[in-house]
C-alpha cells in the first residue's frame, strides 16, 4: 500500500470507532485491495449483463458466462472455507477433489440467475469477514490445502484476486487488460 491509502485507512478508523472490522495489521493490504478491486469489477460487468446473455460462452474453453460466474462464486467459498480453518484451527481443503470442484459448478450453473448474482456477492461478503477476523498469527498460518500440498493465508488475497481479475477478463462483457492494475497485468497477459 501507500502513505495516501494508509493514511485514510488510519482516518476511516477513527471515524468508524472501535466496533467495526477491520484488517489485522499484518494482513497483506496491498493483495487485499487487489481483490476487492477486483470483485468490484467483475461485478460491475455482471452486473451490466442480462439474464439471457448469461448464456453465453465465456472465454474459458466449455464454460457459459453461468459456469465462470458459479466458479467465482464458489472460489470465495473455497477460499473463505480455508481462511475459516486458519482461524479456528480446524483445516479445510480448497476444495475436495478436481471432480466435487467441477461438479459444484456445474450445478451452480444451473441456478436461476437471481440466485447466481447472489451467490457471487454473498460469497464475496462472506470471505471479506473471514479476511477481516484473522489475527496477526492467523495471516502466518501455512495449512494443507487438501489435494497433498499446502496454501499460505496471506496468498489467499493474491489467489482471490488473480482469479476474479481474469475471470472479469473471460466473462466477455467489456472487461479490459489496460483495466488491470499493473501488479497483476502482466499475468494475465501471459494467459
Do not use: C
Not at 168 to 190: F, H, K
Amino acid at each position: 500500500m501507500n502513505e495516501v491509502e494508509d493514511a485514510a485507512r488510519a482516518a476511516l478508523r477513527v471515524r468508524q470507532g472501535g466496533g467495526a472490522r477491520y484488517d489485522a495489521p499484518s494482513a497483506p493490504a496491498g493483495d487485499l485491495a487487489l481483490a476487492r478491486r477486483g470483485t468490484a469489477y467483475f461485478a460491475r460487468l455482471l452486473n451490466d449483463l442480462s439474464d439471457a446473455d448469461l448464456w453465453f460462452p465465456s472465454a474459458r474453453t466449455g464454460w457459459t458466462r453461468r459456469h465462470l460466474i458459479a466458479h467465482v462464486g464458489y472460489h470465495a467459498r473455497a477460499l473463505a472455507r480455508v481462511v475459516e480453518g486458519a482461524r479456528t484451527g480446524e483445516p479445510q481443503p480448497l476444495y475436495l477433489s478436481d471432480a466435487a470442484r467441477a461438479a459444484e459448478i456445474a450445478l451452480g450453473a444451473t441456478l436461476p440467475a437471481r440466485a447466481l448474482r447472489h451467490l457471487v456477492q454473498h460469497a464475496a461478503i462472506h470471505l471479506n469477514v473471514e479476511w477481516r477476523d484473522l489475527t496477526d498469527a492467523d495471516w502466518r498460518k501455512i495449512l494443507p490445502d487438501g489435494a497433498g500440498g499446502t496454501i499460505a493465508v496471506a496468498r489467499t488475497p493474491w489467489l482471490r484476486a488473480h482469479e476474479v481479475w481474469s475471470a472479469a477478463l473471460d466473462l466477455g462483457s467489456g472487461g479490459r487488460l489496460r483495466d488491470v492494475p499493473s501488479d497483476l497485468r502482466s499475468d494475465m497477459a501471459a494467459r
